[in-house]
């Protein structure tokens, strides 16, 4: 499967934003989805997964309640829905498939390239 993520861009403290990972491939609806994020100087971190079905969805501490997470197997598309942003927000955000829906980012076997995010305070 290959995945294209968009909707980053500049926002402001407080603001919102939403991604979204267009998957080609027949068996999208199969499999589970997650959102990572990479600030410079900083490892990849696990931001939010959702099962196949859209049934279960796992977020980071740091964004609970923030961050929602969506799917819609009709269109082959995931979203990462942005509140309240925080400067601390800002990184490289990327979509990954996996059979699980997992934290663990070694468990996903294919990834968007990336799309930047950047809050200002």
């Known amino acids: 499967v290959q995945l294209q993520a968009s909707g980053g861009g500049l926002a402001q403290a407080g603001g919102s934003l939403r991604l979204s990972c267009a998957a080609s491939g027949r068996t999208f609806r199969s499999y589970a989805m997650g959102w990572f994020r990479q600030a410079p100087g900083k490892e990849r971190e696990f931001v939010a997964s959702?099962?196949?079905?859209?049934?279960?969805?796992a977020y980071a501490d740091s964004v609970k309640f923030r961050f929602s997470i969506s799917r819609d197997n009709a269109k082959n598309t995931v979203y990462l829905h942005m509140n309240r942003l925080i400067p601390e927000d800002t990184a490289v955000y990327y979509c990954a498939h996996s059979q699980f829906s997992t934290r663990d980012p070694s468990l996903y076997d294919s990834w968007g390239q990336g799309t930047q995010v950047t809050v200002s305070s």
């Open positions: 959702i099962s196949w079905s859209g049934g279960v969805a």
